[in-house]
T-cell receptor
Framework: DGGITQSPKYLFRKEGQNVTLSCEQNLNHDAMYWYRQDPGQGLRLIYYSQIVNDFQKGDIAEGYSVSREKKESFPLTVTSAQKNPTAFYLC?????????????FGDGTRLSIL | GNSVTQMEGPVTLSEEAFLTINCTYTATGYPSLFWYVQYPGEGLQLLLKATKADDKGSNKGFEATYRKETTSFHLEKGSVQVSDSAVYFCALRRSNTGNQFYFGTGTSLTVIP
């Protein structure tokens, strides 16, 4: 079955450390997204990519970085510049330029500070 | 601009009660509209969608009708179950370009036996 795989499910970060969250999809989607969700809150867009080797900042990109070297993969790095990284991170994908298509989501990665 | 406004929760209902979660939107043109459900510790799952005015999306007993005249997409279910306890998100996708989605803040539903 096609879908989105996020790993790891739980991740712990030490002070001053960068950590990378993995997102892989086998849906053949061009567009991929990273969201942050805080407890009891909605989704906030961190970065999105509409095609390989291109990505745009979302509403809360500071302290995060991404790459899009392959269509299937869109890893998110939480850098030490992100002072409050504890949150639930969701990756999503969709077909590009087809507004009738929904986003598909992974199961999320929960990041905590040690 | 584009935005989605959902009724604030939390909502608590008894089993077999009628559910309505209000959603209104602001968007230019003719967006597609979606309802997603999120169970604790999981990602969002698509519940239903509607892609043009007067369309009705339905799934698992849930329904929502795309009302352009009132810019609304309210979620309804005639008889909720304990297993429907989750957070529900309304969302829109504005156009065939831009590829951005706009989400409401989510409404938490708890169904008690």
């Amino acid at each position: 079955d096609g879908g989105i795989t996020q790993s790891p499910k739980y991740l712990f970060r030490k002070e001053g450390q960068n950590v990378t969250l993995s997102c892989e999809q086998n849906l053949n989607h061009d567009a991929m997204y990273w969201y942050r969700q805080d407890p009891g809150q909605g989704l906030r867009l961190i970065y999105y990519s509409q095609i390989v080797n291109d990505f745009q900042k979302g509403d809360i990109a500071e302290g995060y970085s991404v790459s899009r070297e392959k269509k299937e993969s869109f890893p998110l790095t939480v850098t030490s510049a992100q002072k409050n990284p504890t949150a639930f991170y969701l990756c999503a994908s969709t077909e590009r330029d087809r507004k009738i298509q929904p986003q598909h989501f992974g199961d999320g990665t929960r990041l905590s500070i040690l | 601009g584009n935005s989605v406004t959902q009724m604030e929760g939390p909502v608590t209902l008894s089993e077999e009660a009628f559910l309505t979660i209000n959603c209104t939107y602001t968007a230019t043109g003719y967006p597609s509209l979606f309802w997603y459900v999120q169970y604790p510790g999981e990602g969002l799952q698509l519940l239903l969608k509607a892609t043009k005015a007067d369309d009705k999306g339905s799934n698992k007993g849930f329904e929502a009708t795309y009302r352009k005249e009132t810019t609304s997409f309210h979620l309804e279910k005639g008889s909720v179950q304990v297993s429907d306890s989750a957070v529900y998100f309304c969302a829109l996708r504005r156009s065939n370009t831009g590829n951005q989605f706009y989400f409401g803040t989510g409404t938490s539903l708890t169904v008690i036996p």
